[in-house]
């Protein structure tokens, strides 16, 4: 493990996809705790680990604009449109 | 008694009605403009309308992206236009100052642009994965490729943003 909270640089190649799993939040148990603990203790990781949790924290922000009304409207009317084109016969 | 295709009608508007926000977000980031969004939206909502006697009921936002991605994929092979994104070189991507601290004040309203001008696999990828945050599994059904190769280009899709976001700081710094 690195000890050298002051390195700078890339993260570690090694950690990436584990550092990743543990922003996104699918990193469970030892290894999110092994990713954690990596990121105390290593500078680069760790910036590398804020900035991913704090970009996909934006990303799933982003979902929770809503519609425009007038774009909702005529989607929903391409919604029953298409449905119109489904033949009546099984 | 209803005659048998009024309910699958009916099956099908419910399904489609409760993706339309999804499904335009999706088609939003596939074309990088809001009107040709729609436009793909309504045609891969006939598409799936066509399909909908073969869908067998599983994954329906899965099945419905599917659709509405290869619809994209076929115009684009057919117009020979690619999506507009600026070439991105992933070893500048781990280059170290682009994981100091970003202005997000700044970069807030952006990230969106940001995404869009990403390659159309990284872009999908982070846009099923991160956004509408579908699993790994639904967003490989969604694009046809296996868990890995997703879990590969959101990775990746990650490290290309946060490189365009450092650019983009950097652009407005300067």
Redesign the interface.
């Known amino acids: 493990m690195f000890h050298n909270k002051n390195r700078?640089?890339?993260?570690c190649k090694h950690m990436?996809?584990l550092l990743?799993k543990t922003a996104?939040g699918s990193a469970r148990g030892i290894a999110r705790w092994y990713a954690l603990a990596h990121a105390a203790r290593c500078g680069?990781c760790r910036?590398?680990l804020n900035?991913?949790i704090?970009?996909?924290a934006?990303?799933?922000a982003?979902?929770n604009e809503?519609?425009p009304d007038e774009?909702?409207q005529?989607?929903?009317s391409?919604?029953?449109?298409?449905?119109?084109?489904?033949?009546?016969?099984? | 008694m209803p005659p048998a295709g009024a309910n699958r009608k009916l099956e099908f508007e419910q399904t489609a009605l409760g993706e339309l926000p999804v499904l335009y977000r999706v088609a939003r980031r596939l074309t990088g403009d809001a009107h040709q969004a729609e436009d793909l939206v309504a045609q891969a909502l006939l598409d799936a309308a066509k399909g909908w006697h073969s869908f067998d009921g599983a994954h329906p936002r899965s099945w419905l992206i599917r659709i509405l991605r290869n619809r994209y994929l076929r115009h684009a092979q057919r117009e020979a236009s690619k999506p507009r994104h600026v070439q991105l070189n992933e070893a500048a991507a781990m280059q170290k100052d682009i994981w100091e601290d970003l202005d997000w004040q700044m970069i807030g309203p952006k990230i969106l642009d940001a995404l869009d001008e990403l390659p159309e696999e990284y872009r999908t990828a982070v846009s099923l994965c991160d956004v509408e945050q579908m699993s790994y599994e639904d967003a490989s059904l969604a694009m046809q490729v296996p868990i890995g190769t997703v879990r590969s280009r959101v990775f990746r899709g990650r490290r290309l943003l946060r490189e365009k976001l450092a650019w983009v700081v950097n652009e407005d710094v300067s």
């Open positions: 700078t640089g890339p993260p990436e996809k990743n996104e680069p910036r590398f900035a991913l704090e970009m996909i934006r990303l799933r982003s979902k809503g519609l774009t909702a005529r989607l929903k391409s919604a029953a449109a298409a449905a119109a084109n489904i033949p009546f016969d099984d």
